[in-house]
């Protein structure tokens, strides 16, 4: 589990999105910037070994390197295809499968649609993209769809934009082996499974499918 610190920075960002009067553009350009900082965040918590290259004046730099070349990321339409448009301006050849998965409006139980994931996704480090978890009841299927195509809870990065303690609490007590990286972990949920203090609908929001 790794949120960002929470720096002035970055609560600026998250007071300018959460703002009920932030306009569409407003709203796409702050979200957009936090995506960011949490996509990078989760390409580091990937698998790392040695590596020391060369630097202009032949001294050894002390680095890093990834250990899976390609990366694999799978996100859940509608949201979620916000963090993938983020993801593909870093990493252009990223490996990308969707699990179409929609809350039920009035029970908000997830119910699964459809799925097309990546050739070879099995065995590897998969990056899980959805932004909202409130129930957690959506990435928990997403995790189950992910599984079953021989990804291991363990090689799963979730990443996140909001959640709240009931969420990761249900997360962890069914995956303990996944990994979550997330900008905000809010206060808790109100009885109609919104988030509190809250962001609304990320995805009508961010689409701006209301006007
Ligand atoms: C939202 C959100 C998550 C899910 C989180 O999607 O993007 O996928 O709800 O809720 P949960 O943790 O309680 O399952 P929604 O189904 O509303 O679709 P959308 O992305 O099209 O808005």
Redesign the pocket.
């Known amino acids: 589990m790794h949120e960002l610190p929470r720096t002035d920075g970055l609560v600026a960002l998250h007071a300018t999105a959460r703002d009920v009067r932030a306009t569409h553009l407003e709203f796409v350009l702050s979200t957009q910037r936090i995506m960011r900082l949490l996509l990078e965040e989760a390409l580091g918590q990937l698998q790392h070994t040695d590596s020391t290259p060369t630097t202009p004046i032949g001294a050894t730099f002390p680095g890093r390197v990834r250990v899976q070349r390609e990366t694999f990321a799978v996100s859940?339409?509608?949201?979620?295809d916000a963090l993938e448009a983020e993801l593909r301006s870093i990493v252009p050849d990223a490996r990308l499968g969707k699990i179409l998965?929609?809350?039920d409006?009035q029970r908000?139980v997830?119910v699964f649609h459809w799925s097309k994931l990546p050739d070879g996704i099995a065995g590897k480090e998969v990056l899980l993209l959805?932004?909202?978890?409130?129930?957690?009841?959506?990435?928990k299927m997403a995790v189950s769809v992910l599984a079953a195509a021989g990804v291991r809870p363990a090689d799963i990065v979730l990443v996140n934009f909001l959640t709240c303690p009931e969420?990761l609490g249900k997360l962890f007590a069914e995956y303990p082996e996944i990994r979550v990286v997330t900008s905000f972990v809010d206060e808790g949920l109100t009885e109609q499974?919104f988030m509190r203090p809250g962001i609304g609908?990320?995805?009508?929001r961010y689409y701006g499918t209301h006007g």
Do not use: E, H, L
């Open positions: 859940v339409p509608r949201a979620g998965i929609q809350r409006p908000k997830p959805d932004p909202m978890m409130a129930t957690a009841g959506t990435v969420a499974a609908d990320f995805g009508d």
